[in-house]
């Protein structure tokens, strides 16, 4: 049975400096939109010691949290570091070192359903932007990265979504220039195209929204502009495919009336979807005190705010549904 996720909270005092993660519990349904604040426990503390100019990329699948960043070593070179960590469980492992000298990478997780398996896939690119290398990492001691083939040459900068065992994310097709969706079976380490993406509407999408998993279907959350929601934002979209046919339909989702008096002067981000509970979530996209999370239920039309407590002393936060 489906159940409502636990939210992680990776959370940061100020950029590159030590993560310390806070969990909260499965928030009750048709909670009211007075609803009062939620309380977070402290469950493990990363040091990181990363460089002044690193950026620390957060991802998050099947209870980890998976991230990079750069460190100087001892005879001051830098190199990424690739970690991932279990909060519920407090174990951490960085990951070996890619069989590659180049510094340029960008790194997807997926989780193999079949085998119960999270696997790495990493792609690293000599010049101009196209990947040429795709490695992968079985996750776990002992394992070794290793190469893989993929005939599409592709490029792609923005983090993308695995559910039922298949990892998607949006990429240009370095051959026509094209955006595209690229599939990849994390079972059998194979790459496929969705259709091309020709409507300048869905376009866009592609480019600037935010993936999610809505009842199995994959689906894009969009924005009226690339920055986010805001109190002048009137509605948003949400992509769904159909995965037998390819098609993809836009389903417009209106503000009610109490919208703008509800996010007052926030700057809202897509942090995902809760499918048991038609709620989309949003959280601020920047750093600020208190900290709320925002639920929109696309079935009702309700929006409401809950004040999320015991974050306080931490200006960065990075949300993740599990």
């Known amino acids: 049975m489906a159940q409502i996720p636990q939210f992680l909270f990776a959370c940061q005092r100020e950029v590159n400096t030590d993560v310390t993660f806070f969990s909260l519990p499965p928030q009750p349904q048709n909670v009211a939109e007075n609803a009062p604040p939620a309380a977070t426990n402290q469950v493990m503390h990363l040091p990181l010691n990363a460089v002044d100019d690193s950026n620390v990329i957060f ?3 099947r209870g980890f949290v998976c991230f990079i960043y750069q460190r100087r070593l001892v005879g001051g070179n830098i190199e990424h570091v690739q970690m991932i960590c279990k909060p519920s469980t407090q174990e951490s492992s960085i990951l070996p070192t890619m069989n590659t000298t180049r510094v340029r990478m960008m790194t997807y997780y997926g989780y193999d359903e079949v085998n119960n398996q999270l696997k790495v896939l990493s792609m690293t690119w000599r010049n101009g932007m196209n990947f040429d290398d795709h490695q992968v990492l079985n996750f776990g001691p002992g394992n070794a990265w290793r190469t893989i083939r993929c005939d599409v040459p592709h490029y792609s900068s923005k983090k993308g979504i695995c559910f039922n065992g298949v990892l998607y994310y949006p990429a240009i097709d370095m051959s026509t220039g094209h955006n595209m969706i690229v599939c990849f079976d994390v079972e059998a380490e194979q790459f496929r195209i969705l259709p091309a993406v020709i409507m300048e509407e869905m376009v866009e999408a592609v480019k600037h929204g935010s993936f999610i998993n809505y009842n199995g279907r994959l689906g894009i959350l969009e924005s009226e502009n690339m920055l986010g929601v805001d109190n002048t934002s009137t509605h948003f979209t949400m992509w769904l495919l159909n995965h037998e046919t390819r098609v993809w339909a836009d389903h417009i989702h209106v503000f ?23 709620e989309v979530v949003f959280s601020s996209y920047y750093p600020s005190n208190p900290f709320y999370l925002f639920y929109y239920n696309i079935i009702t039309n309700t929006f409401r705010k809950v004040k999320i407590q015991g974050m306080e002393a931490y200006n960065y936060r990075y949300t993740c549904l599990n």
């Open 59 to 61: 991802n998050s699948i």
């Open 256 to 278: 009610p009336a109490s919208f703008e008096d509800t996010v007052g002067e926030a700057l809202l981000r897509f942090d995902g979807m809760i499918t048991l509970t038609n």
